[in-house]
């Protein structure tokens, strides 16, 4: 879109860079991140069709993908209110006696997570995980610029739907503020249960489902 567009709009048009990471993105669709052995066990029949006992398909998930996409080029690194949930989530792995040598962070504010990450829970290994190839390729070039040098960290572009982690291969799934916008949050959960070895921890930070009513005034407040 032109500049006069976005400034009908009331949206400030993306930066060069934010185009040109746009324009690498599409090129590089089959850029090849690491992918671990995979399975799906998600209450979806793998059609896109669900099973009697799933939920009604609520969120548009390409459409999520997308606004990611937006997200990671307007991404703000002082968010005051992403950071105190991230925080208090993180401080959890304080009360927990064992360490979790293998970490998978699942969508939502992965840098946040990352950032906090160091130093607790004996972590050795994080696999950083979102449906968003642009989220994951910011998460990638944060960890460049300032790297956790004790930790190897790993980069995954998956759907938290259809979770591409082998069965008992993590010690540890940490998702906040991301799993609220799946459609099968227990299909999602069952995914993550399995794919934690036994005596695993998973640790989320989701929006309540009364937060939902206010999703459409929010966002039409905000397009405004």
């Keep these: 879109p032109k500049s006069s567009e976005?400034?009908?709009?009331?949206?400030?048009a993306p930066s060069f860079y934010q185009t040109s990471s746009l324009l690498l993105r599409r090129k590089a669709a089959k850029e090849a991140y690491r992918f671990l052995p995979s399975r799906s066990f998600c209450t979806d029949n793998g059609d896109g069709s669900q099973r009697s006992n799933s939920k009604v398909k609520i969120f548009n998930r390409d459409l999520k993908r997308k606004q990611r996409d937006r997200a990671a080029?307007?991404?703000?690194?002082?968010?005051?209110?992403?950071?105190?949930?991230?925080?208090?989530?993180?401080?959890?792995?304080?009360?927990?006696?064992?360490?979790?040598?293998?970490?998978?962070?699942?969508?939502?504010s992965l840098e946040a997570v990352r950032r906090l990450l160091p130093g607790r829970g004996g972590l050795e290994k994080l696999i950083m995980m979102d449906a968003s190839y642009d989220m994951v390729k910011l998460c990638k070039s944060f960890q460049q610029?300032?790297?956790?040098?004790?930790?190897?960290?790993?980069?995954?572009?998956?759907?938290?739907?259809?979770?591409?982690?082998?069965?008992?291969?993590?010690?540890?799934?940490?998702?906040?503020?991301?799993?609220?916008?799946?459609?099968?949050?227990p299909g999602a959960m069952i995914q993550c249960k399995l794919a934690l070895k036994p005596d695993g921890l998973f640790l989320a930070a989701i929006l309540g489902g009364e937060t939902l009513k206010l999703s459409i005034p929010l966002s039409v407040s905000y397009c405004g």
């Design 6 to 12: 976005y400034a009908e709009e009331g949206m400030k």
């Design 73 to 108: 080029w307007l991404w703000r690194p002082n968010d005051s209110f992403v950071n105190a949930v991230a925080e208090n989530l993180v401080d959890r792995l304080e009360d927990c006696k064992r360490t979790f040598t293998t970490a998978l962070c699942l969508g939502g």
């Design 145 to 185: 610029d300032a790297p956790n040098e004790n930790i190897e960290t790993s980069f995954l572009v998956g759907d938290e739907e259809f979770l591409p982690i082998k069965e008992s291969s993590v010690d540890l799934v940490i998702s906040c503020l991301g799993l609220h916008w799946t459609n099968d949050l």
